[in-house]
C-alpha cells in the first residue's frame, strides 16, 4: 500500500490550500480514509475522516472551514482547506484503512500512512 500526499505550502492566514492524496495497492472504493495533522512537540491527531460510503466528520477546530472528499474514479483523497489559521500549521498526513476498518479519528486506527505534506500559515 502506498499513500501519496501533494499540496502542502505557505499561505497567509485566510488563505486557502488543497492536498490530495493518491493511494496504491488497496481497495480505495472500501477503505476508510483521514487525513491527521501533527504540530512540532504534539501528538499526531484527527483533522477529518470519510467512509466508504462518504460519511464524513471533523475536529471541531476545521469545521466549517476544511471539506474532506474522495474521488474513488481516481483513488484519490482530498482536504480542501480554507480560511487558514496559523495554529493549522502542521505536517499533514494522509491514512487508510482497508476492508475491516473503522470510523474513527484514532491515528492507531489506521494501518497505512502517507510521507505526509508540511502546511505553514503565517500572518
Known amino acids: 500500500v502506498q499513500l501519496v500526499e501533494s499540496g502542502g505550502g505557505s499561505v497567509q492566514t485566510g488563505g486557502s490550500l488543497r492536498l490530495a492524496c493518491v493511494a496504491c495497492g488497496l481497495p480505495f472504493t472500501s477503505a476508510y480514509m483521514g487525513w491527521f495533522s501533527q504540530a512540532p512537540g504534539k501528538e499526531r491527531e484527527g483533522v477529518a475522516i470519510?467512509?466508504?460510503?462518504?460519511?464524513?466528520y471533523y475536529d471541531q477546530s476545521v469545521k466549517g472551514r476544511f471539506t474532506i472528499s474522495r474521488d474513488n474514479a481516481k483513488n484519490t483523497l482530498y482536504l480542501q482547506m480554507n480560511s487558514l489559521k496559523s495554529e493549522d500549521t502542521a505536517v499533514y498526513y494522509c491514512?487508510?484503512?482497508?476492508?475491516?476498518?473503522?470510523?474513527?479519528?484514532?491515528?492507531?486506527?489506521?494501518?497505512?500512512w502517507g510521507q505526509g505534506t508540511q502546511v505553514t500559515v503565517s500572518s
Open positions: 470519510i467512509s466508504p460510503g462518504g460519511d464524513t
Open positions: 491514512a487508510a484503512a482497508g476492508r475491516g476498518g473503522v470510523f474513527s479519528m484514532l491515528p492507531k486506527r489506521y494501518p497505512y
